[in-house]
């Protein structure tokens, strides 16, 4: 089930952001290309938040150990961490943006 999550504008390009959908935490990031998703927002190999990350490319960066995660596979692509995080679907209806956060797309 979808939940509104922010609207597009709540979003700064090239940023992640912390939100909350359906009780799970959840990394919003805007790339500078302007698409938006939304993945898993801690770290598969620390209890970090990847939203306090640096976003660059595709990836987000955790802030700890710095692997970083595609934010469409949600595989890290360098080490430390070795397993892959959620990434959950995005739909934009106008200026809203939703989450369905109950069933991850890449698992
Ligand atoms: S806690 Fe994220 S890479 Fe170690």
Same mark, same amino acid.
Request: include cysteine; glycine fraction near 8%.
């Given at each position: 089930?979808?939940?509104?999550?922010?609207?597009?504008?709540?979003?700064?390009?090239?940023?992640?952001?912390?939100? =909350?959908?359906?009780?799970?935490?959840?990394?919003?990031?805007?790339?500078?290309?302007?698409?938006?998703?939304?993945?898993?927002?801690?770290?598969?190999?620390?209890? =970090?938040?990847?939203?306090?990350?640096?976003?660059?490319?595709?990836?987000?960066?955790?802030?700890?150990?710095?692997?970083?995660?595609?934010?469409?596979?949600?595989?890290?692509?360098?080490?430390?961490?070795?397993?892959?995080?959620?990434?959950?679907? =995005?739909?934009?209806?106008?200026?809203?943006?939703?989450?369905?956060?109950?069933?991850?797309?890449?698992?």
């Amino acid at each position: 089930m979808r939940e509104l999550v922010c609207q597009v504008d709540d979003l700064t390009p090239g940023q992640a952001h912390a939100a =909350v959908v359906e009780g799970r935490n959840v990394a919003m990031i805007r790339l500078e290309d302007g698409t938006i998703h939304a993945i898993e927002d801690e770290c598969s190999h620390g209890a =970090v938040a990847l939203s306090e990350g640096e976003v660059s490319g595709r990836c987000v960066e955790c802030w700890l150990h710095g692997s970083r995660f595609d934010v469409d596979s949600g595989e890290p692509i360098t080490p430390p961490a070795t397993a892959a995080v959620a990434v959950y679907r =995005v739909e934009i209806e106008g200026d809203d943006v939703y989450v369905d956060s109950s069933t991850p797309i890449n698992f």
